[in-house]
């Protein structure tokens, strides 16, 4: 099916229905923009993580026994 087969298809849905389906392609539209820009982000991130020495001080201490205190 091609783009304006589905257009007229939703053309003849009820509009409570239409409306549905609008909601839905938006919420699918922006999940998979803020999983690029995620993405995006931990790219530009990694190299800091990797050489910024200030960034990764406390990562000595993640093989280190944890005890709570009560």
């Known amino acids: ?3 304006s ?3 007229k298809e939703i053309q ?3 509009i409570q ?3 549905y389906v ?3 392609t938006i919420h699918s539209i922006r ?7 995620l993405s995006t982000a ?16 406390f990562t000595v201490l993640d093989f280190e026994n944890f005890y709570e205190t009560r």
Not at 31 to 37: F, G, M, R, S
């Open 22 to 24: 609008v909601e839905k």
């Open 17 to 19: 229905q239409r409306i």
């Open 42 to 57: 931990a790219e530009v991130m990694y190299s800091e993580y990797k050489t910024d020495i200030d960034l990764t001080a």
């Open 12 to 14: 003849r849905l009820p």
């Open 5 to 7: 087969e589905l257009i």
């Open 31 to 37: 999940k998979e923009e803020d999983l690029k820009q």
């Open 1 to 3: 099916m091609n783009t």
